[in-house]
């Protein structure tokens, strides 16, 4: 019989008593993963193996788990990072490549060109609207994964593409997956507490009151991303109206719609706000951004014919590589874009309306209630697994829930099978392709795996528990760390499911012994654990491959960090604010 490891009230403070010396052991495997990435620039997959290591030393030796324990934690951790994080995103990147191979991909990438050809208009159509669309559909790193492929298509510069991609997706996250991590907290807290309020809709409405306001900031950085000053002079009309449409309608549909679809309204009306605007209003001047560099074309510089990222340019149906110079297939003449015929294009759209065809199905409230049950869902206790907690009931997160049909990897195969048979994508070609993305997607899987093994060991050893014990002695002021413990477990697990199921029940606890409101609380683990989205390991794996650069994620890490902790300090300003007078009129 595997030894039984229980994690008692004790466990949180196993240094010499003392809550604080405990959170520094805590933490250690957290400042490691950090600083080999964004002082050492070492890969991320190594870094998160050697960041691993560390929690598993300080699981044994400070927090007296029993080493057989703390290694099955991380092979559950592991497991789940594969399934349905990795499975979701890999299959995702191969529909895109299917795209690729057909040469409908570079159809896309001009449609979408010639609703405006400046870069800055197009950082916004397809990093923020489109990328929001594919977050409320499928969300775990697939609008990172498929935006900025599309982006260095559109002749942006590899790290450029990576940054813009990254940023834009913060907004939408909280509702991604079908408000996947909303469901989550609602599901954790609501027998945390007594509040009545604790569920999926009103905690959805709260995060519905605080998300927007990225919304309307992060096209405006977007833009500055891309062209600087300068970019934010010229191109602040659309990116504001892209923006504030996007929260406007990100906000009514959490509080007056549906929480599941949220990002898909918000999504669908502020690109259709764009898209309008557009047709009235151009930018004064529309610089040519386009990637160069002694002479190379962005999918020189970018792809140099590795794969790195799926996106040769060239596929088995002999299409020209995406670049942006005349001959490249996507300018000619004096800056025109080529037209495609209407068939072509609708084509090139297919794979995406096919993806939303099948996850509307999928999610229908009769069709998913049959796929949550056995045979197409099973849920079982990890072998040899087993933790206790507190109240001596065993730990939910030892149960692991394998939905094998119903996982959005599994739904984006189907959708792939149906690609590849409208885009005329023989067999032999789409398996293929598929077997390229995984040779692809190596080290982002590695990383991926290591850094949700480490966040299942952090919470199975106590470590978690220690660290929020830490915050919660900050009494009245934990209003405003609070975003920033959301903060921390997304940038950690690359999840804001993952973050919620982690600190969503310790946010509700503290807020009741400090006095504060635990909805408002709730709400902020996940409004500000978006913003940990563009720093974490995971996500600089899955960008930092789809660029060509795996092995630089320090470098992506360096573009973002600055605008992820100013956004951060945003959402803990506003988070605060509702928790006094100011504006706790706005706490449902």
């Excluded at 609501?190 to 999926?200: H, M, Q």
């Amino acid at each position: 019989m595997a030894a039984m490891f229980e994690q008692l009230t004790i466990v949180t403070d196993p240094v010499a008593g003392s809550v604080a010396l405990s959170a520094i052991f805590a933490s250690l495997s957290l400042v490691t993963l950090f600083v080999l990435l964004g002082v050492l620039r070492m890969r991320a997959w190594l870094a998160g193996l050697i960041s691993l290591g560390v929690a598993l030393v300080v699981a044994v030796v400070v927090y007296a788990m029993p080493v057989g324990q703390a290694l099955l934690s991380a092979t559950e951790g592991a497991a789940f990072g594969f399934f349905p994080i990795l499975w979701i995103v890999i299959n995702a990147i191969w529909v895109y490549n299917l795209t690729v191979v057909s040469g409908h991909f570079d159809v896309l990438r001009r449609s979408m060109e010639r609703v405006s050809p400046d870069m800055r208009v197009q950082a916004i159509i397809v990093a923020f609207c489109f990328g929001a669309l594919l977050e409320a559909l499928a969300g775990f790193g697939t609008p990172v994964a498929v935006t900025v492929v599309m982006l260095m298509a559109l002749g942006f510069r590899p790290l450029q593409a990576a940054a813009v991609a990254l940023i834009a997706n913060t907004a939408p996250v909280a509702f991604g997956a079908l408000a996947t991590p909303i469901v989550t907290l609602g599901t954790v807290t609501s027998g945390a507490v007594a509040d009545p309020r604790l569920t999926t809709d009103t905690l959805g409405a709260m995060v519905g009151r605080q998300t927007p306001v990225l919304a309307v900031v992060v096209p405006l950085v977007l833009v500055a991303v891309v062209d600087g000053r300068r970019g934010v002079r010229q191109t602040w009309p659309v990116a504001l109206v892209a923006g504030l449409t996007f929260g406007v309608a990100q906000f009514v549909a959490s509080n007056f719609i549906s929480v599941p679809l949220t990002d898909i309204v918000a999504a669908l009306v502020s690109a259709a706000a764009v898209v309008l605007l557009l047709r009235v209003w151009r930018p004064s001047a529309s610089p040519d951004l386009h990637a160069t560099a002694a002479g190379e074309s962005v999918t020189q510089a970018g792809m140099r014919g590795t794969g790195e990222a799926g996106t040769r340019g060239t596929g088995e149906s002999g299409a020209e590589p995406a670049g942006v110079r005349e001959g490249g297939g996507v300018r000619v003449g004096a800056g025109a874009v080529r037209r495609d015929p209407a068939g072509e294009v609708v084509r090139a759209y297919a794979p995406y309306l096919i993806i939303i065809a099948i996850f509307s199905v999928a999610n229908l409230a009769p069709v998913r209630k049959a796929l949550a049950a056995e045979p197409w869902t099973v849920i079982f206790a990890w072998p040899g697994l087993d933790v206790l907690g507190a109240n001596g009931k065993p730990l939910a997160s030892t149960n692991f829930t394998f939905g094998w049909l119903p996982a959005a990897g599994t739904l984006m195969i189907v959708a792939g099978i149906l690609t590849a048979f409208v885009l005329r994508v023989r067999p032999g070609a789409a398996v293929r392709a598929h077997g390229r993305t995984y040779v692809e997607l190596r080290h982002a899987i590695v990383t991926v795996m290591a850094v949700l093994a480490l966040a299942y060991v952090l919470n199975q050893s106590g470590q978690t528990a220690t660290l929020g014990a830490f915050f919660a002695q900050a009494g009245g002021l934990f209003v405003f760390l609070s975003s920033i413990l959301g903060w921390i477990g997304v940038a950690v697990t690359g999840s804001d499911t993952s973050a919620n199921a982690l600190f969503g029940a310790l946010q509700v606890q503290t807020a009741v012994n400090t006095g504060l409101d635990p909805v408002l609380l709730a709400a902020a683990n996940s409004s500000g654990g978006v913003l940990g989205k563009m720093i974490s390991p995971q996500n600089l794996a899955i960008a930092a491959s789809a660029v060509g650069m795996a092995g630089r994620e320090g470098d992506i890490f360096r573009r973002v960090v600055g605008w992820s902790l100013g956004l951060l300090l945003v959402m803990c300003v506003l988070v605060t604010l509702q928790a006094t007078p100011v504006l706790d009129w706005t706490v449902p």
